[in-house]
């Protein structure tokens, strides 16, 4: 066991991506919401930290829960349990530790509304995805998509203490845009799901059906992101912009992948809109910055 097999089960991509979503998230918050604290180095630290180790530790308890499946699939058959690099009790420790830490860490560094965001990021991702919905809904991945709009969550009250109807749908984006990330990356791995037994959409209703549900998922998101610039005091020009065009690509890819629902085009749709998440809530700090009201 080293250290790049603790960095492995942190799952260091999705670590950055749930940073990114809390960092911007924090910075919005500071800029648009009333009363809210003027932000130093330090407090953005602290997201940073807290989000992290939530993250990691989250992922590392996932890799914990699904050593007996991550043989089954190629993909995962090289991670640190199945392939011996790291027992799986020091994962559990890791993950259990871990986990712990970023709660505590955020409750005396950020503020309590901020912790229990950051708690319910954990609990989502590894009690009520990964232990209860995974291996027997195929809503797992909808419902499941609740922990990275924590992250988010935990960010927006980091700089108010609270939460108010622009926080909470702004981190919501996480949990509508979740299920077109995942289901295009589904269809390209389904025979490996099949093999574990995993229920993921493409392996219950088909490629075609699965390409329909991820169009229609998209068709949900769009209009759903330009609601941040509808509501009183929302989002203004500077992201209506950015959403339209990013989310216009995104619909053009996942309409394509209706007319051609194979492997190979299911991973160009989820590399091409992989980013779109980053570039969503880059929108938002960057509309904070440069606030331009739409209405
Ligand atoms: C329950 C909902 C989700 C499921 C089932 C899911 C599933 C996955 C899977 C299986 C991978 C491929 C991992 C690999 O083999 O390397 C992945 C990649 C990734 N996920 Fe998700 N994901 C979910 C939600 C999220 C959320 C909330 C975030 C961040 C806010 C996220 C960010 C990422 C990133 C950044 C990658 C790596 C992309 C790349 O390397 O191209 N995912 N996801
Ligand atoms: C605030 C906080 C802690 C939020 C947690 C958010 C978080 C880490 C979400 C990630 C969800 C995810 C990548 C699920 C994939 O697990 P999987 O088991 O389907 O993927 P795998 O098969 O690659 O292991």
């Known amino acids: 066991m080293g250290i790049n097999e603790i960095i492995e089960i942190s799952k260091p991509r999705i670590v950055v991506l749930l940073v990114i979503t809390a960092v911007t998230s924090m910075y919005a918050a500071s800029k648009l919401v009333t009363g809210a604290s003027q932000l130093d180095y330090l407090d953005y630290l ?86 209860w919905l995974k291996r027997r809904n195929t809503s797992n991945i909808v419902i499941g998509g609740i922990a990275g709009s924590a992250a988010a969550w935990a960010g927006w009250a980091a700089a108010t203490g609270s939460m108010d109807l622009l926080g909470f749908l702004v981190g919501f984006l996480v ?57 009183p005091d929302g989002l203004g020009i500077v992201y209506t912009v950015i959403a339209s065009v990013s989310g216009g690509l995104m619909l053009v890819y996942h309409y394509k992948l209706t007319k051609t629902p194979t492997s190979e085009f299911a991973w160009k749709a989820y590399k091409v809109t992989a980013p779109y998440l980053t570039i969503i809530f880059v929108a938002v700090a960057l509309d904070a910055a440069f606030h331009f009201p739409l209405i």
């Open 46 to 131: 602290h997201i940073i930290v807290a989000g992290a180790l939530a993250s990691a530790g989250s992922s590392a308890l996932n890799h914990y829960y699904d050593k007996d499946i991550d043989p089954k699939m190629s993909r995962t058959s090289s991670r640190p349990i199945p392939s011996g690099r790291m027992a799986a009790s020091h994962v559990l420790l890791y993950g259990l530790a871990v986990s712990c830490i970023s709660v505590i860490y955020g409750f005396f560094a950020l503020n309590a509304i901020s912790a229990f965001f950051i708690a319910v990021g954990i609990f989502s991702y590894v009690i009520i995805y990964t232990v």
């Open 175 to 231: 949990f509508v845009w979740t299920p077109s990330h995942f289901w295009c990356l589904a269809m390209k791995i389904k025979d490996e799901y099949a093999q574990a037994e995993v229920p993921m959409l493409p392996v219950v209703i088909g490629m075609q059906k699965t390409s329909k549900f991820i169009l229609g998922n998209t068709l949900i998101l769009i209009p759903y992101s330009l609601l941040l610039v509808l509501i």
